[in-house]
């Protein structure tokens, strides 16, 4: 069986944990234990830690490696944010030795230490890479008949240099297909949702940002957009309410990737608790159970 | 002549744990910085040690959260400036004009122009502003806030207090029992001991000063 130390991050357990629910249905039907990190805290969020202060930033970041280090466990995420922080402070320690005697003087007060010896994946490369894409088709039983746009979301695209950016989208697109929903091109797909530029002008967020990609997404007539990260949910949730007052009417459902593998593996819609969206994802659900 | 070493050594010497940092940009240049609860004690020594020092003036920095008050003398051919930084909350200084009488006129300005209440100055009138100027406007000084705009303090605060930047929230957790998971996820917060940690990691690097948060009041210091 395939092992990872879960980071669930602070924005699905507290906001939506529909998501939360769904990657455990699907984790136990591929075969996938995700051992929770106790004691863990976020990740922390890239912006203002980062900014205006990188030993804190780093700190708290080596802290909870550190934590999936103990339990001799790659770490796996399911938040792009998450997915950003780690792997860049994970890169920073693992090459910056001067950093890491810092930040590991600092942990050392409280009986912490990093070695520097895990690696950080997101859930999609995980799916992708360690369980066989054959192993995820086995599990579905109701291939979906909806036309979705795919939002892959900024952090999605982080490679090394020289990488090819388009790896873990792909990863994604391809997991996506496995369900059998129809994805469709809107030609905005490397298009920020605007959740983080919303911290410093809402108007432009909305209008110069998600406005754009709603407005593509409908015209291509997809039912639904599949995401991979919480902030892009949030954004697109909230962000369609909040564009009412400006006199903008959409209501996409914006379904998180692992809420579609685990329908499409047969978990009824129900056991989901999609109730925790503010779009109509439950509806969208209770439509394609009924297909 | 006195060299700035000396100086150095013989504040560390008479101020022991009140003086926090020294240093010596350039020469004839010294910046002494001390508990601000340590001002007269810090005169008094380097009148007892200098007998020819002489008081230069009083600068004052409004750095948002903190007012920074600069103590320049001339000892010996040197500046000497006693640093002490003070929370803008506090609102106060302690004037040394019983120890130091020049000081009466700038102490008066930095109070006029930053607004700061001077305790135990023997005249503490207005000095260039009108008798009838308003309290709450003074020509320098800032609002009370430190360096995040308005949207980014939510996340700070709840970084810090919560090690979660979600809202936590008693609806929430009930919600989530309702949907069979644990009220929390296994946050440092769920524990008390760990979030000791976690906290003890923060105060060991500058963020929550520089964000300006209030550990006694668990929040930052301004909205």
């Not at chain 1, 910056?96 to 003087?105: A, C, G, I, L, P």
């Not at chain 2, 040394?96 to 006029?112: C, T």
């Amino acid at each position: 069986m395939v092992r990872y130390a879960s980071f669930l991050g602070c924005q699905i357990p507290m906001r939506i944990p529909s998501i939360e629910i769904a990657s455990q249905k699907v984790f136990e039907k591929i075969g996938l234990e995700a051992i929770d990190l106790l004691g863990y805290s976020c990740c922390p969020e890239p912006v203002i830690s980062r900014l205006l202060d990188k030993t804190a930033w780093l700190a708290i970041s080596a802290r909870n490696l550190a934590l999936a280090e103990e339990l001799g466990l790659d770490l796996m995420t399911l938040c792009n944010g998450c997915y950003e922080t780690l792997v860049e402070t994970n890169e920073i320690l693992k090459h910056e030795s001067e950093e890491m005697r810092r930040v590991n003087e600092i942990l050392k007060q409280y009986g912490k230490q990093y070695a520097g010896k895990i690696e950080v994946k997101h859930a999609v490369e995980v799916l992708y890479e360690d369980i066989d894409i054959q192993k995820i088709k086995e599990q579905v039983v109701k291939l979906q008949k909806i036309r979705v746009a795919l939002h892959y979301g900024c952090h999605m695209y982080r490679e090394p240099a020289g990488e090819d950016i388009m790896r873990k989208p792909n990863m994604m697109k391809e997991l996506t297909r496995v369900t059998g929903v129809e994805i469709i091109d809107y030609g905005l797909e490397r298009l920020c949702c605007g959740y983080p530029s919303m911290q410093a002008d809402e108007e432009f967020s909305l209008k110069q940002r998600l406005l754009l990609k709603l407005r593509r997404i409908k015209e291509a007539g997809a039912d639904a957009v599949v995401v991979s990260c919480p902030a892009c949910t949030i954004q697109f949730e909230i962000g369609q309410v909040m564009l009412r007052h400006y006199g903008v009417q959409y209501s996409i459902p914006c379904i998180n990737l692992m809420e579609l593998l685990a329908l499409s593996f047969g978990v009824p819609s129900k056991d989901l608790h999609l109730e925790f969206h503010k779009s109509p994802v439950l509806q969208l659900a209770q439509k394609m159970e009924a297909m | 002549m006195v060299s700035e070493n000396e100086i150095i050594t013989y504040l560390k010497q008479e101020l022991d744990k009140d003086l926090i940092e020294t240093s010596k940009p350039r020469e004839r240049r010294v910046f002494v910085r001390i508990k601000p609860t340590a001002l007269r004690k810090a005169v008094n020594a380097l009148k007892k040690q200098y007998p020819t020092v002489r008081f230069m003036t009083l600068s004052t920095v409004d750095h948002g959260l903190d007012f920074e008050f600069l103590h320049h003398f001339h000892v010996d051919g040197k500046v000497v400036t006693l640093r002490s930084v003070k929370h803008k909350e506090d609102n106060t200084l302690e004037s040394i004009v019983d120890l130091i009488p020049a000081a009466n006129f700038i102490e008066r300005e930095v109070a006029d122009l930053f607004g700061v209440k001077l305790v135990n100055h023997p005249q503490p009138q207005h000095l260039i502003l009108t008798t009838d100027w308003p309290d709450d406007k003074r020509p320098l000084r800032k609002p009370l806030e430190g360096e995040l705009p308005p949207q980014a303090r939510p996340t700070a605060e709840a970084l810090i207090s919560m090690s979660c930047v979600a809202p936590v929230s008693a609806f929430m957790q009930k919600k989530r029992e309702e949907a069979g998971l644990p009220r929390a996820p296994p946050f440092a917060f769920t524990d008390e001991k760990v979030m000791q940690e976690f906290q003890g990691i923060i105060k060991d690097t500058n963020l929550s000063k520089k964000v300006g948060y209030d550990w006694e009041k668990k929040r930052l210091r301004y909205k």
